[in-house]
């Protein structure tokens, strides 16, 4: 059995991408490095080389296009046509033609070139014939572009159509439109075609499938027909035509009596006219729809003449497959779509015609013979003509008869009134101690009391325990909480008490008022501290019991002070600043705080100069940013806050030969 798979032709690029596509092949499959002082014979084949690959690649990639897309004369019948219909048979064989012409051409540009590049004499003109042959490939392409998009547009295109096997089991619904053909389909099949209350829903040809008897059958949904010439048609109504024409399927014809879908039954028998010679050697069925709005014994006697005369042309594709006159009942089916009322019915006839054809047509055929030689049915005879009856022995009976049936609860549910009114007890499982206690109902609340209060028989007990318990635990609390009285102890000790008591106080307020206000207030100078509390004594004293001299200590803690305080800085006769000399003569003093005080503020430094100790440390800062500016400076960065990207060169154009691999830069 023959399967199209149109969604397996590779894309078709355009003209530019396509001469991207080789171009850059070449560049990155051959050699790329070549220079004058080469043998002359070295250069041609090296130019030789990439004419040839040029050529090869564009060979294969258009043998590639016109071997996938499908040629109209090796596939069925209906493809052809549907595709002619779709896409014009001439404007795609002249598409297919110009890329097979293409191909030609470049072979034969290839062929030229390389015989004028034998004969090439300096690496100037190998490499200018090997740009003009490049070139004129590039040409060919370019004028066939227009080729090149028709086919993408057809093969994405013919990739979104359903896939439709013309030699299965195939049931056809045709008709005008707007006469329930989509949702009789969405009925017998899991498709989801779109239905709407106007005309020409359905613009394609839509595919579902259905079982009937552990048969696959393939359900195919026409767009509506009108009556009309042929050569006014439109593509959307071909469709349905080419496959009422080409497929061997069982064909079922919609007819709307109530005429809601805006045509008449005479325009619709004017139809079926038109179009029956579509219909022979196939199994027909005419389906009048919508009955729910008006049944089919409703209409009027010229309807009911045409239906007659409609129902007599489809008895005779009965007649053509061998059937009796009489075998009228399967022709003419009533149903409705909304209600469902005779869908299935209608889905079984068809199948059931559809299957006794094909099997007729095989029985008829040649190969039939050779089956039926390798087939041998037995069938049984009688040995005699006494009567075996079933033998079960007699106890198995009396056991049968002993042993009482359990009831299921479906059963239980049967008897008692079916689902929504019998419930399943929970309660007959339990085990109590008697039988009839399980459906007793358990009250929650009795005399104002929570019965589950009362249902602990030990209760007392555990209160009695409860209780103990908590006496012991009052009795330790009681011993913990005891304090010490003063009547217990000496003169001695209730002093120490009484200190060790106003001690601890002291401490608890303390730590609470620095708690409180730590984290709130700043730090508070020294200058500021009215209680004395961190002086020059009182580290004396500490350093002191420690066993060290503490008069350094002193002196360089006065020093700061005095300094932060605002107090010049004292200096030395032989100009060292050293706050720590006090043995300068008077007249000196007087002198330098003359000159001290007769500018305004001291000397500041200079901006470059801030932070650095000496002159060594400043060229050592001077050296380093000089260093860390080179890298800008070559970058051509204004500063360090420039982030301007510029555009680059592709590397991979000017950088030789490229890795082996994809790189699939486009």
């Not at 419930?423 to 005399?447: F, G, N, R, T």
Request: net charge positive; aromatic share 6%.
């Amino acid at each position: 059995m023959v399967q199209y798979n149109f969604k397996k032709i590779t894309v078709v690029p355009n003209g530019k991408d396509f001469i991207d596509i080789i171009l850059s092949r070449t560049q990155r499959q051959t050699p790329t490095v070549v220079h004058k002082g080469y043998a002359i014979n070295r250069l041609r084949q090296f130019y030789m080389r990439k004419v040839k690959y040029t050529q090869t690649n564009f060979h294969e990639k258009l043998s590639t296009i016109i071997e996938e897309f499908p040629r109209l004369a090796d596939i069925h019948p209906f493809y052809g046509d549907l595709l002619h219909v779709l896409y014009n048979k001439d404007h795609y064989k002249l598409a297919l033609g110009q890329i097979n012409t293409a191909r030609n051409l470049i072979s034969k540009i290839s062929k030229d070139y390389v015989k004028l590049l034998k004969y090439g004499d300096s690496l100037y003109r190998c490499k200018s014939l090997k740009v003009a042959a490049l070139g004129r490939m590039c040409t060919v392409m370019k004028r066939i572009s227009p080729s090149l998009a028709y086919l993408e547009q057809v093969r994405q295109h013919m990739a979104r159509l359903p896939s439709i096997d013309p030699n299965t089991r195939t049931i056809l619904i045709c008709g005008y439109p707007n006469v329930g053909k989509s949702s009789f389909m969405n009925k017998i099949t899991r498709a989801d075609v779109d239905v709407q209350p106007y005309a020409f829903t359905t613009k394609s040809l839509f595919v579902g499938h259905a079982d009937y008897k552990y048969l696959r059958y393939q359900v195919i949904d026409t767009p509506g027909i009108l009556d009309r010439p042929f050569e006014d048609r439109n593509i959307i109504e071909m469709c349905s035509i080419t496959a009422l024409a080409h497929l061997r399927a069982a064909v079922l014809f919609f007819l709307d009596v109530s005429g809601s879908c805006g045509y008449t039954i005479a325009q619709q028998a004017a139809l079926f006219h038109s179009i029956k010679s579509l219909f022979m050697n196939k199994p027909l069925i005419i389906v009048a729809n919508k009955t729910d709005l008006q049944p089919l014994d409703a209409i009027s006697d010229e309807d009911k003449k045409l239906v007659a005369d409609m129902k007599s042309e489809a008895l005779k594709t009965v007649l053509a497959q061998g059937g009796e006159p009489t075998d009228d009942e399967g022709v003419l089916l009533t149903m409705s779509t909304l209600t469902e009322e005779g869908v299935m019915a209608v889905k079984n006839a068809a199948c059931e015609r559809l299957l006794n054809q094909r099997v007729e047509m095989k029985m008829k055929s040649k190969k039939i013979n050779d089956c039926l030689n390798r087939f041998h049915v037995a069938m049984p005879k009688l040995r005699d003509d006494k009567e075996r009856p079933v033998c079960i022995p007699q106890a198995i009976l009396d056991k049968q008869a002993e042993k009482e049936k359990r009831k299921t609860e479906k059963e239980l549910e049967e008897e008692n009134g079916g689902a929504g009114v019998y419930s399943a007890s929970l309660k007959k499982h339990y085990i109590l101690a008697d039988d009839e206690w399980k459906e007793d109902v358990l009250p929650e609340i009795l005399d104002g009391h929570n019965v589950y209060d009362f249902i602990d028989p030990d209760i007392l007990l555990r209160l009695e325990e409860l209780e103990r318990e908590e006496g012991i635990r009052q009795a330790e609390e009681v011993e913990e909480d005891f304090e010490m009285d003063g009547e217990e102890l000496t003169e001695e000790e209730k002093k120490a008490l009484a200190a060790i008591r106003r001690k601890k106080s002291i401490l608890i307020q303390e730590h609470r008022i620095k708690k409180s206000t730590a984290e709130s207030r700043s730090i508070v100078p020294r200058k500021f501290d009215k209680d004395k509390k961190f002086t020059t004594n009182r580290m004396g004293r500490q350093l002191s019991a420690l066993g060290i001299d503490p008069s350094k200590a002193i002196d360089r803690a006065r020093s700061r002070s005095v300094s932060r305080r605002g107090r010049k800085r004292e200096r030395s006769v032989d100009g060292q600043d050293d706050a720590m000399d006090m043995d300068v003569d008077n007249q000196a003093n007087k002198k330098l705080r003359a000159r001290s005080t007769s500018r305004s503020r001291s000397k500041s430094k200079a901006p470059n100069e801030e932070g650095l100790k000496d002159e060594k440390q400043r060229t050592k800062a001077i050296k380093l940013f000089k260093q860390s500016a080179q890298k800008r400076n070559k970058d051509a960065r204004r500063g360090e806050s420039d982030r301007v990207i510029p555009t680059l060169r592709p590397k991979h154009l000017f950088s030789g030969k490229r890795s082996i691999g994809k790189t699939d830069r486009r």
